[in-house]
């Protein structure tokens, strides 16, 4: 089946990932996804503050978690969440439609170059969402002509390699101790928007003001055990275990389960992370 998919040529990669593969496994383990994040729940709603007659953009809405919190919130109102993943938007319509939230729409789309609606939303959010945009600054202006004057932007961006145990360490592992390549520092990646400087470089660039940052630290989820984060994990990154030879596959394998069993607790397998809260105005 082809993609309808329209996106910037310079997210050209991106979208193939996301509706391709990658989105594929996310809509498959959305509660897991979900739940990895859940620490973050209650800060990044307070944070959105979304009234009863808002209408919101979620950007990078994946699977709709946070569509549907929002879409709760906003009774009066509508909540659209915006994707690259067919797939993930699947589960996103169908867990709305289950839970009769008539309010909460859902579109396919590049938002670094969809049309928008100009100034017809109060707010635009997302949860680790926009780390991934080519030009970023483009992004951003196309969602920031979609607010309406004074309207806001609420997004939640990990913090600098350094403070997030749970990449470093599963990373770690999994290339036997070796440097991890990471994509420079102003190209598509987890990391992207982690420098606070280059953040408010590039909202300002796009034509927002008043960009504030708080530090939130939190534990993130990766299973019930250290079986079941094995499995997980493995889902997500053993496309590192291609990058070694037959004896160096099990050796790596083998210092994943160690690390997972290290921190295996009452509560799941838990790592430490870092992350901003950021919050900007269109003028």
Same mark, same amino acid.
Do not use: K
């Given at each position: ?22 989105? &594929?496994?996310?809509? @498959? ?13 209650? $800060? ?11 209408? #919101? ?5 994946? +699977?709709?978690? +946070? +569509?549907?919190? /929002? &879409? ?17 938007? =699947? ?26 609606? $100009? ?7 997302? =949860?680790?969402? +926009? ?7 483009? $992004? ?16 939640? #961006? ?13 990373? =770690? ?24 400087? =280059? #953040? ?23 299973? @019930?055990?250290?079986?079941?984060? @094995?499995?997980? #994990?493995?889902?997500? /990154?053993?496309?590192? /275990? ?42």
């Amino acid at each position: 089946m082809v993609s309808a998919l329209r996106a910037d040529p310079s997210n050209a990669d991106q979208a193939a990932a996301w509706d391709g593969r990658e989105g &594929a496994y996310w809509a @498959e383990h959305a509660d897991r996804f979900d739940r990895a994040m859940r620490a973050y729940r209650g $800060a990044f709603l307070a944070a959105a503050d979304v009234s009863a007659a808002d209408r #919101v953009l979620d950007i990078g809405c994946g +699977t709709g978690e +946070t +569509t549907r919190d /929002l &879409a709760r919130q906003a009774s009066g109102g509508r909540v659209l969440g915006v994707d690259l993943s067919a797939a993930m938007l =699947r589960v996103a319509r169908q867990r709305a439609a289950a839970e009769a939230l008539p309010n909460a729409d859902f579109v396919q789309a590049d938002a670094q170059i969809h049309s928008f609606p $100009a100034a017809a939303w109060d707010l635009a959010v997302s =949860r680790s969402g +926009t780390m991934f945009f080519a030009d970023p600054v483009a $992004a951003f202006r196309n969602i920031g002509g979609a607010l309406r004057p004074g309207g806001r932007l609420v997004q939640l #961006v990990w913090q600098p390699l350094a403070g997030n145990e749970w990449f470093l360490s599963l990373t =770690r592992a999994l290339a036997l101790g070796r440097p991890v390549p990471t994509p420079a520092a102003d190209a598509p990646g987890p990391f992207s928007l982690s420098d606070p400087a =280059r #953040v408010r470089t590039v909202l300002g660039a796009a034509g927002f003001t008043d960009v504030r940052l708080d530090p939130h630290g939190e534990e993130m989820w990766f299973g @019930e055990d250290a079986a079941d984060a @094995e499995r997980f #994990v493995l889902g997500m /990154l053993g496309w590192m /275990l291609d990058l070694l030879d037959e004896e160096d596959r099990p050796r790596a394998v083998d210092g994943l389960r160690a690390t997972l069993a290290a921190h295996q607790s009452d509560s799941g397998v838990l790592y430490a992370s870092a992350a901003w809260l950021i919050r900007a105005a269109r003028p």
